[in-house]
C-alpha cells in the first residue's frame, strides 16, 4: 500500500496512543492534522506555537522514535503552525523542523497578527484615575501552590497553569474547567487569576459566578444601565465565570454574554470557565453559545485516586502546622473518596473533636470521630487488602508478587491482583503498575486482558476469581 500522510500519522498514533494516558492523547494528539508527505518528510498541523512547544518539550522523543520507525532513519517530522485563530483574519502558518531536541523550530521568527484596538469607553472609570480600577474578586487562598497535582486533575491544572502564564496567548480559550462538586474547580479557576494579578498587575481579572452575573444583568435592565454592564466586561482582560450551566433557560442573559464573549475573544483576551459538566452535555444552552465554549480546552477533574488524597491531607496539615500519625491520614483517605471539600471536611471535624475532648488522635479515634462521614460514602477497597485476600486465598507470600520472578502462580496471583485493583478500586492503571513491583500501565492492561480471556475460556479460573470476589463484597 502507497504510504500518504494520512496512514503514516494513523499508524504513528497508534504506537502514540499505547504509550500515554487517553485524556493526554485526547488533548495533544487529535487536534493535529497531517498535512503532507514529502519523501522522508512527514507535515503535520498544529493548533498554535504553544500547541508545538509542549509537544517538543513532553513528546519530542516518541514522536522521533515513532516518524523514524515509519518512515525509516531519515524519517522527520515538520510543523505547521496556526499562530492565530480569529474570525477576523485568516491564520498565519509557519513550518517548523522538528530538531529532535525542540531547540531549532523555537528561536524561529513567526508573523504576528495586527492587534486590535483597546480603547473601550468604560463608565466605570474612577474621575481622576486614568485606568478602570477593579476588584478582581480572588480569594488569595486559591493559589496553583496549593492545588495538589495528581492524575485526576493534571490536564487541567498545566492547562491552567500555561494561561496563568499567557493569558489569552493560547489555544485553551476559553479554558473550561469541568467536574463534580468539591473537585477543585472554582480553586483552579481563581488560581489562574491569582497567578496573573500576581506577574501581571495591570491586567483586568474579574471573577465572578454565572448566578451573580444573570443579576447584575436583570437589575441594568431594571436601572436602564445596560450600556455600562456591557461595556465594563468587554473592559476586562480575563474573566473567570463560575457554573456555566446556570446560564441553562436564561436566553436573553445567555445572548448579552455571547456578544460579551465574542468581543473578548476577538480582542485576545482570556475567558475561564467552569461547569459541572463537558459542554457537549449541558442542556438549556444555545448552540452558538456551546460552539464557542469548545473553542478551546475542556478539561475535567475527577475524584483524586488514593495517592492524590492522601498529599491533600499533608499539605492541609503542614499548612495548619498539625502532626498526625501516617495510619490515621491512610484512614480517612482510603474512606472518604467521594470529593476534595468532603475529605477536607472530615479532617476538620476530627480536629475539632480532637481539640474539644482533649484526646490525642489516632487511628481508633478517627474511626469513632468518622463513622458518620464513612457510612454516607461508598468504602474503597484497598490494593493493600486486595492483595492481601489474593495471596492467602493462593497461599503465596505477598512479598513474591512484587517480585520480577516468573513462577506461573506467582503470576497469576499477581494479574488477578491487578484486576480486581482495576475493577474494585478507583487507582490509577500508572499506580497500580508501581504498587505491583514498579511495572508500567501496560503490564497492568495486559494482566486485565489475560484475566479476563482466562474467565471467558477458563472455568477453574472463573471460579478462583468469583470466590475472590465474594470475600472483596463481604469485606
Known amino acids: 500500500m502507497e504510504k500518504t500522510c494520512t496512514n503514516v500519522w494513523e499508524n504513528c498514533l497508534q504506537i502514540i ?65 496556526v499562530v492565530e485563530k480569529s474570525s477576523s483574519q485568516k491564520p498565519f502558518t509557519t513550518n517548523l523542523p522538528s530538531s529532535g531536541n525542540g531547540a531549532e523550530g523555537k528561536n524561529q521568527s513567526i508573523p504576528m497578527p495586527i492587534a486590535l484596538n483597546k480603547d473601550i469607553k468604560n463608565p466605570f472609570v474612577i474621575p481622576g484615575l486614568k485606568k478602570l480600577q477593579v476588584d478582581p474578586q480572588l480569594n488569595p487562598n486559591y493559589t496553583f501552590e496549593n492545588f495538589i497535582e495528581g492524575d485526576c486533575n493534571r490536564l487541567a491544572r498545566s492547562a491552567g497553569y500555561a494561561v496563568g502564564a499567557k493569558p489569552g496567548g493560547t489555544s485553551f480559550n ?50 436602564n444601565t445596560i450600556n455600562d454592564f456591557v461595556n465594563f466586561y468587554q473592559a476586562m482582560d480575563i474573566i473567570i465565570m463560575d457554573d456555566v450551566h446556570n446560564f441553562a433557560g436564561k436566553d436573553k442573559t445567555q445572548d448579552i454574554f455571547f456578544h460579551i464573549f465574542n468581543h473578548l475573544h476577538q480582542s485576545g483576551k482570556q475567558l475561564i470557565l467552569t461547569s459541572d459538566k463537558p459542554p457537549k ?93 464513612i457510612k454516607n460514602t461508598s468504602k474503597e477497597i484497598s490494593m493493600e487488602y486486595i492483595q492481601k485476600l489474593v495471596c492467602e486465598y493462593f497461599e503465596v507470600p505477598i512479598e513474591m508478587v512484587k ?50 480471556d482466562l474467565i471467558d475460556t477458563d472455568k477453574k479460573f472463573k471460579a478462583y476469581v468469583h470466590d475472590i470476589q465474594k470475600k472483596l463484597k463481604m469485606s
Open 281 to 373: 452535555d449541558l442542556a438549556g444552552l444555545e448552540e452558538r453559545l456551546l460552539s464557542r465554549f469548545k473553542w478551546g480546552l475542556s478539561a475535567d477533574l475527577s475524584v483524586p485516586d488514593m495517592e492524590t488524597r492522601m498529599a491533600i491531607l499533608k499539605k492541609k496539615m503542614y499548612q495548619d502546622g498539625i502532626e498526625l500519625p501516617n495510619d490515621v491520614i491512610e484512614y480517612v483517605a482510603n474512606n472518604i473518596d467521594n470529593n476534595v471539600r468532603e475529605l477536607e471536611g472530615a479532617m476538620v471535624s476530627l480536629l475539632a473533636q480532637s481539640t474539644l475532648n482533649k484526646k490525642e488522635i489516632d487511628l481508633a479515634l478517627a474511626k469513632q470521630m468518622l463513622k458518620n462521614f
Open 174 to 223: 476559553p479554558l473550561m474547567i469541568y467536574g463534580g462538586v468539591g473537585l477543585g474547580k472554582t480553586h483552579l479557576a481563581q488560581a489562574i487569576g491569582n497567578e496573573v494579578k500576581k506577574t501581571m498587575p495591570d491586567k483586568l481579572v474579574i471573577y465572578v459566578s454565572c448566578e451573580k452575573f444573570c443579576q447584575q444583568f436583570v437589575d441594568s435592565l431594571k436601572n
Open 17 to 81: 496512543k499505547d504509550n500515554i494516558p487517553t485524556q493526554s492523547f485526547k488533548t495533544w494528539f487529535e487536534p493535529i492534522i497531517p498535512l503532507r508527505l514529502e519523501e522522508s518528510v512527514l507535515t503535520i498541523q498544529v493548533p498554535s506555537l504553544f500547541f508545538y512547544e509542549w509537544l517538543e518539550e513532553h513528546y519530542v522523543g516518541l514522536l522521533r522514535k515513532t516518524v523514524k520507525k515509519h518512515l525509516g532513519d531519515k524519517g522527520r517530522l515538520e510543523y505547521n503552525i
Open 403 to 452: 517480585s520480577k520472578t516468573r513462577k506461573r502462580e506467582i503470576v497469576q496471583a499477581r494479574q488477578i491482583s491487578m484486576y480486581l485493583s482495576k475493577s474494585h478500586t478507583k487507582t490509577s492503571l500508572k499506580s497500580i503498575g508501581a504498587f505491583f513491583g514498579g511495572r508500567d500501565h501496560s503490564t497492568v492492561i495486559y494482566a486485565c486482558q489475560t484475566v479476563e
